[in-house]
């Protein structure tokens, strides 16, 4: 497991990881999420040791990264699959790293086999796509047949099939009980992937808890349709609803279905839809990290 | 530290590459060697009795390692910086968190290359060198009793700018930055140098990297330059200040 203790770091005048705690469990999929400069890779390497916090402290299994013996047989880490040297084959770009820990040269064809690269052991990596990185990345991470694994924007620039790969293939390890921490700005693939989540905005935590938890935090809003919009909306915002239009549609929050009917038959409005629309994680993600956002785009238009 | 010393010699592997490196060191000092010795006895029939006689046939042999210290200076730059541009050196500090350690094995690695090359290109150069001068009776031969310590003040000079460009390339971490200084220092710094006044070259044209090492293989003494083990000392403080200072670096800024 992953324990990450008021973890705080600084460049210049700029806070990028802000007194961040949180624990990573094993046997399931952990999402990191936050969007694009919210300091996730930072926090990954603060765990890996390539980053000196200012404050605070990443544990695995209770030691910090530079007290590992053999770090890459306890942790696994896919951080940029580009960073090959591109004239290298990728079984010679395994066996360097194998021999680094001690690990038998046999382990380095293993985890090719393991992601599908055997067919390519011999080529270079310079010309493999960014799907084949990725996947040479991973296995790499494996090498140590580590019990922790942390992968970091593993899905980027990835094509579906690569997408659906990756996806299955963190539930499998996780499934074997391992730690699997998987690092995304998709909220969508997210969903699919991870049943815990962390999630960061502005280098703060946001939440850490299960994606069903996380979902249900969003307020949840009313849909209506009416061919008397306008009545209904400034009754409403005189109630102290909070509101905004959705192409021929009102979304509200805060009211529940029988008030706002109640409310219509108040003003004697004619009501074509009433339905409740359930939060998805990406709008519990967007209305929580809204008010952390150094620049929203403005979504929600007052009608009244 | 042995794992350490593993994962850089497995990153030398397969040794393809790494035998260019060595073949291109010795090509270098056979060719250059050859052209100075040619040259030399081809203007051999214009010497007087007192040219012949101080004639440093050795050091003229070895002119070659001048030119080869550029190949072996660029072997170490490259062994950094090919890492830290391409951003595998984190891969690298993953596997072993302790930095120093990771200098330590390229150091280790890279200097037994250079070493391997240096004598190499040394005996080839020598070799080729004396054939040439033999034709006009120039030849000191095997026999020289200078050849032992010139052989090893070349092989030495070889090893330690080996060793520079590793700490230069980890200091400054890009290609282009680090040779540009490699090639500032040893091939440039000469001829500013030599465009100074006299009373000035004196005093400035022993800390010369290219001098200290011409100067190791040379059996003349100059009273203006080191002595020949003085003079690899000197080039050897180089090495570890610039050492300390990417030590330094490496342990304090993120790759």
């Known amino acids: 497991m992953i324990e990450v203790r008021q973890l705080t770091k600084r460049y210049g005048p700029q806070t990028v990881v802000n007194d961040l705690s949180f624990g990573v469990q094993p046997g399931r999929v952990t999402g990191f999420l936050g969007p694009n400069g919210s300091g996730k890779t930072t926090t990954a390497r603060m765990i890996l040791g390539l980053t000196e916090p200012d404050e605070g402290s990443a544990t695995i299994n209770g030691r910090t990264y530079r007290e590992l013996r053999r770090p890459i047989c306890e942790i696994g880490a896919l951080i940029n699959a580009s960073a090959v040297i591109p004239s290298k084959t990728a079984i010679d770009h395994l066996r360097w790293l194998a021999a680094a820990n001690g690990i038998k040269r046999r382990r380095a064809e293993e985890v090719l086999g393991m992601v599908g690269l055997e067919a390519v052991a011999g080529r270079k990596v310079g010309g493999f796509s960014l799907g084949m990185k990725q996947r040479l990345g991973i296995a790499a991470a494996l090498i140590g047949d580590p019990p922790v694994l942390i992968f970091d924007e593993p899905i980027n620039g990835l094509d579906p099939e690569g997408i659906r790969w990756i996806r299955t293939f963190m539930q499998d390890l996780a499934t074997q009980g391992r730690t699997v921490f998987v690092s995304s700005h998709l909220m969508s693939e997210m969903a699919l992937t991870a049943s815990e989540l962390v999630v960061i905005g502005q280098g703060r935590l946001i939440a850490a808890e299960s994606v069903e938890a996380f979902t249900a935090r969003a307020d949840s809003s009313v849909r209506l349709r009416s061919p008397q919009l306008d009545e209904i909306a400034v009754a409403l915002a005189i109630e102290g609803a909070s509101l905004w239009r959705n192409g021929d549609a009102l979304e509200i929050v805060g009211f529940s279905i029988e008030q706002i009917g109640a409310l219509c038959a108040r003003v004697g409005a004619i009501v074509y839809e009433l339905s409740p629309q359930r939060a998805s994680l990406e709008d519990a993600f967007m209305q929580l990290t809204a008010k952390v956002c150094e620049y929203v785009p403005t979504q929600r238009e007052a009608v009244a | ?255």
């Open chain 2, 1 to 255: 530290m042995s794992h350490t010393l593993a994962m850089e010699w497995q990153k030398l592997r397969p040794f393809g590459k790494t035998s260019r490196t060595v073949a291109l060191t010795i090509g270098l000092a056979v060719s250059v060697s050859a052209i100075v010795s040619a040259a030399m006895a081809s203007g051999a029939k214009h010497m007087t009795l007192a040219d012949r006689s101080s004639f440093d046939s050795v050091g003229i042999s070895l002119q070659g390692v001048n030119a080869a210290v550029l190949a072996i200076a660029a072997f170490g730059v490259l062994s950094m910086t090919r890492e830290y541009s391409t951003g595998m050196i984190s891969l690298t500090f993953l596997a072993q968190p302790r930095r120093l350690r990771v200098l330590a094995a390229k150091l280790v690695t890279h200097s037994t290359v250079a070493a391997i090359a240096g004598l190499g290109a040394c005996l080839a150069a020598f070799a080729v060198g004396q054939a040439l001068l033999g034709t006009e009776g120039l030849d000191n031969g095997w026999t020289s009793a200078h050849l032992p310590s010139a052989l090893a003040g070349g092989v030495v000079y070889l090893l330690l700018l080996c060793a520079w460009g590793v700490a230069l390339g980890a200091l400054l971490r890009t290609s282009a930055a680090a040779i540009t200084w490699m090639a500032s220092l040893l091939v440039v710094a000469p001829v500013i140098v030599q465009i100074l006044p006299e009373s000035v070259v004196h005093r400035v044209e022993r800390w010369l990297p290219s001098q200290i090492g011409s100067g190791a293989m040379s059996a003349h003494s100059d009273p203006h330059l080191f002595t020949p083990w003085a003079g690899l000392a000197v080039l050897g403080g180089y090495v570890v200040l610039t050492l300390v200072a990417a030590a330094w670096r490496m342990a304090r800024t993120d790759p």
